[in-house]
Nanobody
Framework: QVQLVESGGGLVQAGDSLSLSCAVSGRTFSIAVMGWFRQAPGKEREFVAAILWSGGSTYYADSVKGRFTISRDNAKNTMYLEMNSLKADDTAVYYC?????????????????WGQGTQVTVSS
């Protein structure tokens, strides 16, 4: 089992920056891919970014490319999401997720472990 705990959400203004963290514990050796997803009210959960847990290769949704940066620190068992130039459309609950299969996926159903989520609200 893998446990994930997000932190760092909050209320910011459009144009501001915010950093999210995801603390990973449990069977971390089983993790191949980590990802960030978000879900706005009334919308489906959508892919934001993903990273290979061992190699660091990164992938982004077009809507956040150039503004968000995903990273990880294996020594600290922590994944991060640095969010810059935030927009009102970025408002959502942000979730971190882990996948055992070594293949990048943008589909939420392919990730087996999830955190509880952290709220990010961007006021315009």
């Amino acid at each position: 089992q893998v446990q994930l705990v997000e932190s760092g959400g909050g209320l910011v203004q459009a144009g501001d920056s915010l950093s999210l963290s995801c603390a990973v514990s449990g069977r971390t050796f089983s993790i191949a891919v980590m990802g960030w997803f978000r879900q706005a009210p009334g919308k489906e959960r959508e892919f934001v970014a993903a990273i290979l847990w061992s190699g660091g290769s990164t992938y982004y949704a077009d809507s956040v490319k150039g503004r968000f940066t995903i990273s990880r620190d294996n020594a600290k068992n922590t994944m991060y999401l640095e969010m810059n130039s935030l927009k009102a459309d970025d408002t959502a609950v942000y979730y971190c997720a882990a996948r055992k299969c070594l293949a990048i996926s943008r589909a939420a159903e392919n990730f087996g472990s999830w955190g509880q989520g952290t709220q990010v609200t961007v006021s315009s």
